[in-house]
């Protein structure tokens, strides 16, 4: 809770900051799949799916600079599901995955507003720990005492997983205009994220060091009388 509403602060001051014209809000939401980026992966991974399903929701401003120009910060929640059985084929190590983790999203960002219909916006996503739920398991053989050895994380999951991500993103919609000024918005999302989710400190065989993210969403902008920016 501490988390989400610090996020929130610091998307009001980054809102604060911009003096343009009044705001025109929006809400979205999403669906799609994200996958671990591995440079050296392991042929004989066993039962492994590499794409994992993705969900969002979140809320978001648009506040313009100039024409066509917006100052777009956004703010949500992410969930990033991780259900696979990994076997490490070198290490002689598996790991059985079964989780969902959470996290906030700060998303400060610009939009170009192209042809009137047409929405590009160049984001930085920060991606803040906030949750999970489910169970990790590493089993493997101890060479040394010649013992099958499994561990399991679940109620201190915090101890294994970092606190959260950073990287670029990118999302472009075409907008359909109402009346009132309000834009219905599909999109196409593209994130990477360029940190690993899991700490070094776990010795487990799957751990890509960078993941990327593609999804599907729809956008609200609530239409709204505007000003205009030059006195």
Known sequence: MKRILFSLFWFLLLCNCVQ???PQFTIHAGIGEWRGIV??????ASDF????TYATLGVGGDFRLVDHVFFAPEIGVELYDHNYFYYNTRKQKEATVDLTLFYTRISPGFKLRLLEHLDVRLGLNVLIASGAIGNYR???IDQELHEYVHVTYKDRLSQIRTGGSLGPEVNVGYAFIFKNG???SPRASAYLACTPMFRSTLDTPYNPEASARLSFEICYTFGCKTRSANP
């Open 39 to 44: 440079q050296y992966g392991d042929p004989y």
């Open 182 to 184: 309000g834009r219905i």
């Open 49 to 52: 799916r590499r794409w994992q």
């Open 138 to 140: 590493l089993d493997w």
């Open 20 to 22: 343009a014209q009044k």
